[in-house]
């Protein structure tokens, strides 16, 4: 590890973070300390007032299903008070006592602990699902949007950079991200282990978001004969659209004759949609194995279907077993991931040190040009122009070789410090 002295890490106490996750609050309340704006145009507005506001360098909002965070940079501490004030702006219409939950659960964090915790985002590693890469891509949405509001600057695209240089490194150097947990992918995994094909008859029952999260992988995998039952047909709509199948409404179900290879139920019924009769219709005569994927609870397949038909039967409760045992298999990494970015954290200030140089020197070599033109136009103006044209020409020279050597020697030097 690079040793850093303390003044540095002082300069690196400006990075701060205030965030409130699935880890501290239930996903409902986060929202009450989410920005909200009806248009786009209100929530740049809204970002640049909070900035201006709390007098803050550089500002970086992300806002998820599951998490909220500030990513910003301030000189002076921040506090009690400070975040009092802070949820008061986002949100004026916050009572006392969800004011009192955002203070006993937001987690305020300065200087390497942010860092830290921005790192650990970025790599999955404190996601609500371990080893899922999404959250790196909202990541980097969310600071390519900043960057377009005039939000942030050098200082957070530094960290940003370095973070997702990181991320990256822990996604290829450790196995976090292998084995599904998603309860879908695991069922289309499934699916795709029984060799159908791709122009396969596939019917999906059920229109809600595990069922649309089921069309976006079927369409990943090119399937193209998909049929979409739903009891609201504009959901069904909406699904059929996203895999380029047909939408018709759940009352058609038991008239449906085209025959299918596979089905993937989903539904919030009590009672099975998939009785014996209905399945018998479906068949249409066919006698070949099926494949039924049931990922509702209650189940929305008879038991007496899957007794008295020739069904390769995929439930949600084998499904989540495996993807409890495939989270711990990545719980296990999480402590490898952790030691790697705590070694990739420790090169950053020295990457922060190497900035702030670079930026000092930025002015270096106009300042040498404007010495030499100085020089030349007034203080030794006379002098130079009772020269003959060769020696007034070696003096130029001469006088930009030495500008080249004397921009070169700071440059040198600043290179040395930065090692």
Known sequence: MHSTPKAEFNMLEK?????????????????????????????????????????????????????????????????????????????P???????QLGMENARMLEGMDALSHLFEVASSIDSLVIGERQILGQLREAYALSRKRGLCDDN???????????????????????KPVSIVSLAIQK?????????????????????????????????????????????????????????????????????????IVCTGAKDPILDVPTYQQLLAGETNRKVVIDLAIPHNTHPDVITQFDINY?????????????????????????????????????????RQVELAMQSVPNEIKAIKSHAMNNVFRKEVESLDDNTRELVDRMLSYMEKKCIGIPMKAARQLTK
């Open 15 to 91: 990075y701060k973070i205030i965030t409130l996750t699935h880890k501290q609050i239930n996903l409902k309340e986060i929202s009450l300390f989410d920005i909200h704006a009806d248009k786009e145009a209100d929530l740049d507005q809204r970002l640049k007032d909070l900035k201006v506001y709390f007098q803050l360098s550089e500002l970086m909002y992300l806002s998820t299903c599951n998490r909220i965070m500030f990513f910003f940079t301030q000189d002076k501490p921040i506090d009690e008070i400070f975040l009092v004030s802070f949820f008061q702006f986002i949100n």
């Open 93 to 99: 219409e916050l009572t006392d006592e969800a004011l």
């Open 156 to 178: 957070i695209r530094l960290a940003m950079d370095h973070a997702v240089m990181s991320a990256k490194k822990v996604y290829s150097s450790t196995r976090i991200g292998e």
């Open 191 to 263: 699916l795709l282990r029984t060799s159908l094909p791709k122009e396969s008859r596939l019917l999906i029952i059920g229109a809600g978001q595990t069922n649309q999260l089921v069309a976006k992988f079927l369409a990943k995998h090119d399937f193209s004969d998909i049929t979409v039952f739903n009891r609201s047909i504009e959901k069904a709509q909406t699904i059929a659209q996203t895999v380029s199948g047909n939408a018709r409404t759940l009352t058609e179900l038991k008239s449906f004759d085209r025959g299918f290879d596979g089905i």
């Open 314 to 354: 995929i439930e949600i409760e084998g499904l989540r077993a495996l993807a409890k045992e495939n989270m711990a298999f990545r719980q296990k990494e999480v402590s490898i991931a952790k030691d790697l970015l705590h070694e990739l954290l420790s090169d950053f200030p020295d990457l922060y040190r190497q």
